[in-house]
Nanobody, 120 residues
């Protein structure tokens, strides 16, 4: 069982930056593939970035602006979000699963989400 708790969301102006964190419980954190997803109002949940033993993957919409990382010693996942745009506004979710995560269907555990709002 893995519990995930996100933090770091908030309101930021376009062009600004935020760093989201996801604290995970359990001693098997390092064995899980991890990812960030987001869901904007009226839209489906979408993949943002993922990190696993075979590498790192980004959605095309955030490539070059977002950086995902993990600290296995602290059981924590991060995403640094730079050059934020109004279209990045969404609830951001931390996710964990047994293999590479690029779609919601592969996720085994979800966090509760944190709101990110980017004003123009």
């Amino acid at each position: 069982q893995v519990q995930l708790v996100e933090s770091g969301g908030g309101l930021v102006q376009a062009g600004g930056s935020l760093r989201l964190s996801c604290a995970a419980s359990g001693r098997t954190f390092s064995t899980y593939a991890m990812a960030w997803f987001r869901q904007a109002p009226g839209k489906e949940r979408e993949f943002v970035a993922g990190i696993h033993w075979t590498g790192i993957t980004y959605a095309e919409s955030v490539l070059g602006r977002f950086t995902i990382s993990r600290d296995n010693a602290k059981n924590t996942l991060y995403v640094q979000m730079n050059s934020l745009k109004p279209e990045d506004t969404a609830v951001y979710y931390c996710a964990a699963g047994p293999s590479r995560l690029t779609s919601p269907g592969r996720v085994e555990y979800w966090g509760q989400g944190t709101q990110v709002t980017v004003s123009s």
